[in-house]
């Protein structure tokens, strides 16, 4: 999905002059995925666009140069370590980044010895709707918000789910929102003074071995006073949402992904592509203008992260918070 938009040219600041791609180039080429895949690669090389088994292949760049990872979780500490290693100047990162703060912690100083800026996919942090959401929530005393984020997982479905994100709902999911909560309402790890569980709205099961949640919703306060409340629902539609409530609990403000304007379009391109998740078009314009942001800024050379972009240290917390273990008395 990524290289496809950075292909198509939607992202002007974005050049995709490499892909590597171990297992598709590899041991399952043969397979009916990597056949598509080859496909792929037949229309796209000989437009200039090389195609790389191994990292080793690909020629060290002359100037600067960004590498986008969307691997799996678990194989990211040694990949941003080795394009890190290859030349790479800036290095944008899917969430979560990684399995464990430890890693997350190693990658993070591993990167700012070697003076490299790590941006992180976390598109719904410059997402419209947040954005409206912020600013209603800016005009309306003792006000609170509630991020919901909604998947259309079948239940039939849901076994491969959880095996296939094993790192569970907080850490995949729902990680979004946990970013959010980091970014704009302070949530830490050190500083949670609650977390309540809505256990009516809420399910857990266990499916091939693995027990996650099927949806959870819950409200975070911190030491502060600060609170946000998040819902996610694996098998509830193909939207997000934030709603704002005043200090009576009134419902006052709704911003949705996608919003009225963008609705018909998702539908379509969900008709037209039924084998790709529905979110992945509801945040088409959000995934662009993100690669567009970090590509923008390591073309320029300039250190730091772009306006309103996810950085491996709001990465760090928001991992923290999904693991979080402690409960406070008023969680039970």
């Not at 609170?144 to 479905?157: F, G, I, P, S």
Request: hydrophobic share 40%.
């Amino acid at each position: 999905f990524h290289a496809t938009q950075m292909l198509n040219g939607e992202c002007p600041s974005a050049k995709l002059n490499n892909i590597v791609e171990p297992w598709f180039l590899g041991g399952g080429k043969d397979g009916p995925a990597g056949q598509e895949f080859a496909e792929f690669k037949n229309e796209w090389e000989p437009k200039g666009c090389g195609f790389h088994a191994s990292l080793d292949t690909v020629p060290p760049p002359t100037g600067p140069r960004m590498a986008l990872i969307a691997g799996r979780t678990a194989d990211n500490p040694k990949l941003l370590r080795d394009v890190i290693e290859a030349g790479c100047t800036k290095v944008m990162l899917e969430k979560p980044g990684a399995t464990t703060v430890a890693d997350l912690e190693s990658m993070a100083a591993f990167a700012a010895e070697k003076g490299v800026d790590v941006y992180m996919g976390y598109n719904k942090n410059i997402a419209s709707y947040i954005t409206k959401a912020r600013e209603a929530e800016g005009k309306i005393a003792g006000a609170k918000t509630k991020l919901v984020t909604l998947n259309a997982y079948k239940r039939e479905e849901l076994e491969e789910c959880f095996t296939r994100n094993a790192e569970g709902m907080l850490k995949n999911m729902a990680i979004h929102e946990l970013a959010l909560a980091a970014t704009f309402y302070g949530c830490r790890a050190d500083n949670i003074a609650s977390i309540v569980v809505n256990k009516a709205n809420s399910e857990c099961l266990t499916l091939g071995g693995k027990t996650d949640f099927v949806k959870v919703e819950f409200t975070m306060t911190t030491t502060e006073g600060t609170s946000v409340t998040i819902f996610a629902d694996r098998c509830g539609g193909a939207e997000a949402m934030a709603i704002v409530s005043d200090a009576a609990g009134n419902e006052v403000f709704t911003s949705t992904l996608p919003d009225e304007d963008l609705k018909a379009e998702v539908a379509k391109k969900m008709s037209d592509f039924p084998d790709v998740m529905p979110y992945f078009w509801q945040q088409e314009a959000d995934y662009r203008s993100l690669k567009d942001r970090c590509a923008a800024q390591a073309a320029s050379g300039e250190t730091g992260a772009p306006e309103g972009v996810a950085t491996i240290e709001i990465a760090i917390e928001a991992l923290k918070v999904g693991r979080y273990q402690r409960m406070h008395p008023t969680s039970r």
